[in-house]
């Protein structure tokens, strides 16, 4: 039986899944982050190795019977004295060179529009946009935390803590998000915030990313500052997607679908509303459209599509290659 594996790397989790030749789910899998800043080579490679071999037993097969593979890592492409490294660890673990290697944004891609033409906007614990014309291919965004990746929950997280701390200083009213991170996080006085981010035992970039989560809820609560946080975050992401319309040569009037993935929109319509209202706000082409599928079952989706045109090895490319509907 031919079968095909996705890999959808981030920042938080890597999930697998594999497909027959009829696009139908044989097994999936969920691991730890594969982000090689984070983790190190070695920890990308535990991590594969981990997923693969629980989604090939999980379907009772072997890697030989895999046709074709894609695995999408998180910041692939982004330095290019580290993607020769990462691009040849499949093989190891495979034995074969059926695979590509792309940066994770293609999976939520490849899931959103089933390979088809469109924008997708990923808000996991970065953030970045990628999207196909045409057979054109582009992304825009995701330069890192440090400087970038706004929208993310990464991001929605600092700037949270950020408002913690004018809160703490009365440079803002304080309003519920205050309270609620000074619990979540069990400080006593409001400093001891900076040993969490800054001490010994600082938290990772996953765990700040997921004090996004504590930002939601007390929008939900209608803390005015976390309610201003996710209204940027909209509209920081229908920028990126704005900037991917120009970059894949949409024409004036044409309609240009934009979907989304990532954690960071599991706060639903907190952060889908305004990314909405952002969208049509610079131009009424723009079509939200759900997800047809998840970004790992879109990553194997995608090493469908890629068996019908690739030669194994081919390296990949820092941007995944335009390719035909899977």
């Not at 906007?121 to 825009?140: C, E, N, P």
């Not at 700037?159 to 004018?166: D, E, H, M, P």
């Not at 703490?168 to 309003?175: F, W």
Request: proline share 6%; hydrophobic share 40%.
């Amino acid at each position: 039986m031919d079968c095909y594996l996705g890999v959808d790397g981030g920042g938080t989790k890597t999930r697998f899944a594999l497909v027959d030749g009829e696009a139908r789910l044989l097994a999936e899998a969920q691991c730890a982050t594969t982000y090689h800043p984070q983790v190190g080579l070695d920890g990308v490679r535990a991590t594969l190795r981990e997923g693969i071999d629980a989604v090939l037993a999980g379907a009772g097969v072997d890697a030989a019977d895999l046709r074709h593979a894609f695995f999408g890592l998180p910041a692939f492409g982004e330095d290019s004295r580290i993607d020769p490294l990462l691009d040849a660890i499949p093989r190891e673990l495979l034995g074969h060179g059926r695979y590509a290697c792309g940066n994770d944004m293609v999976c939520g891609w490849a899931g959103s529009f089933a390979c088809g033409d469109g924008i997708n906007i990923v808000a996991g614990t970065g953030s970045i946009g990628y999207g196909q014309r045409r057979g054109h291919a582009a992304r825009a965004g995701g330069w890192g935390e440090v400087f970038s990746d706004e929208g993310s929950a990464y991001w929605i997280a600092v700037q949270g803590l950020n408002a913690f701390s004018r809160m703490a200083d009365g440079r803002l009213p304080r309003g519920p998000l205050h309270a609620m991170l000074r619990e979540h996080l069990g400080i006593g006085p409001d400093l001891d915030l900076c040993a969490h981010v800054y001490g010994e035992r600082a938290m990772s970039r996953g765990e700040i990313a997921q004090l996004s989560r504590v930002v939601a809820t007390a929008a939900e609560q209608n803390d005015a500052a976390a309610c201003a946080i996710f209204r940027q975050a909209g509209q920081e992401l229908a920028t990126i997607a704005d900037a991917l319309r120009g970059s894949l040569g949409f024409e004036e009037g044409e309609p240009v679908r934009v979907s989304w993935s990532g954690g960071a929109f599991s706060a639903g319509e907190l952060l889908r509303a305004p990314f909405i209202s952002a969208l049509q706000t610079r131009s009424p082409v723009f079509e939200p459209h759900t997800p047809l599928h998840p970004p790992h079952l879109g990553a194997a989706l995608y090493a469908l599509a890629l068996a019908q045109t690739e030669t194994p090895h081919t390296p990949a490319s820092p941007q995944a290659r335009a390719t035909p509907g899977c």
